[in-house]
């Protein structure tokens, strides 16, 4: 990603959810602000919430410099832009688009935990995806959708009121070509929810699901364990200790009754697991910002990217495959010998998920 941004000549989009002033955020602000110095085009969206411990003046270097920042969203009534209704919508996505030829999307979020433990961060696991070409322009082209409702509620900003710009790819209601977008639209033929549902009830042999805030809805739990019925191997893996307590523990509350109907559910041990990937028939691949939970589904922007192609499926699953390797298999006896005090603390939190 920062190679990408050294290397832009015309254009710098950014849409993140957390970037932290730390060594992490901060060079990543030092060479969007040189590039902006240089007459690139620089604009980043980043959300109020996931971002919510970074200084208000962290993005002025890079404003300086002729960068536009705007931030989604903002918790602030004093803020013009703010909106009491759309608190709760916060923006999860992870883009990169370089001179709308290089795009990147994932889980990672710019901050210290991403780095590797001998450069003072936590080696969070997790995963992203670089495309070129069409599919980059439709990570652009999502970006300015997000770039222009924010601009339309006059959110301030440096360089001038621009609004979305000319000559952007659209977003056909049905993708053509092995590689595209999808997103949190739902209605939609692009909705993240609905591709994932529709590959799990075409699914003829896997399904390999890495996610690091599993709480599936009926509709998707069902098509897992429908998947099952017909032959299909279902594998999930989750963290073993998730870095949101309340969350873990409604995971946790999941693995009863997906593992009586043969689901196969996997611990990851060590650092924080934080991918959202799915592997199906060793063919179709996702891999993004979308969490198989309440919020992914009804309050976040969110993005993945969406591959056919059995080359790179068999890729991603070998990375799936490794992790497994070194995870905790849950044993559905065992894992019913655990205390009546944890059994309620789960569900509290299940009934709990709607509101995180």
């Not at 409604?250 to 934080?274: K, N, T």
């Not at 390797?325 to 065992?334: F, G, P, Q, S």
Request: charged share 30%; net charge positive; proline share 4%.
């Amino acid at each position: 990603m920062l190679e990408a941004i050294a290397s832009a000549r015309r254009e710098i989009l950014l849409e993140i959810y957390w970037v932290s002033a730390d060594a992490v955020g901060e060079t990543f602000r030092t060479i969007l602000a040189s590039r902006a110095r240089a007459g690139v085009t620089v604009r980043v969206i980043y959300d109020a919430v996931g971002s919510f411990g970074t200084p208000e003046g962290f993005w002025k270097p890079l404003e300086d410099a002729g960068g536009e920042v705007r931030e989604f969203h903002p918790l602030s009534p004093f803020r013009p832009s703010f909106r009491l209704a759309q608190v709760e919508q916060r923006d999860h996505r992870k883009i990169l688009v370089v001179d709308d030829v290089v795009g990147f999307t994932g889980g990672v979020n710019l901050a210290r935990p991403w780095l590797p433990v001998e450069d003072g961060g936590q080696a969070w696991r997790d995963d992203m995806v670089e495309v070129r070409g069409h599919v980059a322009s439709e990570l652009r082209t999502l970006f300015y959708k997000t770039w222009r409702r924010l601009w339309l509620r006059n959110l301030p900003q440096s360089g001038g009121q621009r609004g979305a710009p000319k000559g952007l790819v659209p977003l056909s209601r049905k993708p053509t070509g092995s590689i595209y977008v999808l997103a949190s639209l739902r209605r939609s033929r692009r909705s993240l929810r609905r591709e994932y549902i529709r590959r799990m009830k075409l699914a003829g042999r896997t399904i390999d699901i890495a996610n690091s805030y599993f709480v599936p809805d009926r509709a998707m739990r069902n098509a897992l364990c429908h998947a099952v019925l017909r032959g299909v191997r279902v594998r999930v893996l989750v963290p073993q200790k998730c870095d949101v307590a309340i969350v873990q523990f409604a995971i946790e509350a999941m693995y009863e009754g997906l593992l009586r109907r043969g689901v196969e559910v996997y611990c990851h041990a060590g650092p924080m697991m934080h991918a959202k990937t799915a592997i199906i028939d060793d063919r179709f691949v996702t891999i993004g910002s979308y969490n198989l939970d309440e919020r992914s589904r009804t309050k976040n922007l969110e993005v993945n990217v969406a591959v056919n192609d059995e080359a790179f499926a068999t890729y991603v699953r070998r990375w799936f495959d490794r992790d497994l390797e070194k995870a905790t298999r849950i044993d559905l006896y065992e894992w019913r010998a655990r205390p009546l005090a944890r059994r309620a603390v789960e569900s509290i939190a299940y009934a709990l998920r709607k509101l995180w």
